[in-house]
């Protein structure tokens, strides 16, 4: 169906087809209608993005999506639309390729789907990260493309769990990989995930200018939407404490980048602009005051707290169970309960709790409030050492 819409449009005017021949990775146009007619898997994945981009740029994600779920699962287009599947969120369409190839007689179908689909169970909370870990412990993977995926993946568990700490060390080497990767799509999307784990491990950490080392060369290097995205979306994030104009900036950019598709990217623009107005007490725009996340409900609580309501912001966090927190979500709610309450202990915890996460750069702001006490910077040190 898609080649035969491809077709149609090419047909619509003379010399199209070798107007776009070249981003479709073929030599000339008649080259390229030949594959189209006959039905062949094209050389390029990239080239054949590169041509629904060119010829549907309003309904790439739909025509793609409809295109993966023909795709034969024993065939390298299939691999490569798993990825593209993944990136631009078409559920639907990932979970019907998944499931064919686990399922197929191919070995390298089966072992890529078996790496997204540890992935995709725990995003959905079906297993938890131990469950997640011992199934990628126990998951043997021979392509360069699958291996460099199974640590991006397990890199993603850890950071969705907010275990910052174990992101980096699963990351090791595998920038080794890459340049035995030969498609170009699959190798700049994994190149692009890796930098975007990498940057985010830099920020929490507290080494800022190594993290916008990252995403600058991604945004300038990478052209999918999805990605450069997330990478204005950190370079926001690494500006919030020291910079109110430069983090507004940034993230805002990200919100315009992202498409509406990308609900989870676009959630976590807002409550990064959430948090940043209310860091800097400004007038908050973006909070969700009917999400039951502990996110948002500690940036209502915040945003309260900024308004002079204590007891109402005392009362919204009250309605989270504390034991049932992540670690970087405890340190975030007692730096906000500190707040409220000039509470040293509780500015003391967070440090704490911020420290267990892996989290260096948020980690600074009970260390701000502490200075407010007075504290002895020989003492701070030996807090946050």
Known sequence: MLYQQILNKLDEERGLADQYCTIAGYKNGNALRKSLRENREFGSFQGLVNLVQELFPNDEKQLMAEYAMTLDPNKQTARYMLEYCELNKLTYAKEKLLNDMLKCSNSQSK????????????????????????????????????IVAKEIYKAYCYSTSQIFNMVYPVLIGVENYFSEIREEYIKNSLIGRHRLLISEHYIMINEI?????????????IECKHLKSVAYLQLGNSYIISNFDMSYDYLKKALNLIENYNINVITNIKRSLSFLHNVWNKTNSYLDCSSEHPSDVHEVAFSLFNNGEKGKAISILNQLDFS??????????????????GDLNAFTNSIIYFKKSGDVMFRQLPIIELKKFNIPESVLRAMTF
């Open 209 to 221: 200018e190594k993290a916008r080392e990252y995403c600058l060369k991604l945004i300038n290097e």
């Open 324 to 341: 049932k927190l992540s670690d970087n979500q405890k340190a975030f709610h007692l730096y906000i309960l500190g707040k409220i309450r």
């Open 111 to 146: 072992e890529w789907a078996s790496v997204y689909y540890i992935e995709h169970r725990f995003s959905k909370g079906e297993i938890n990260l131990d469950d997640a870990m011992q199934k990628y412990g126990k998951l043997a993977v021979k392509q360069p493309e699958t």
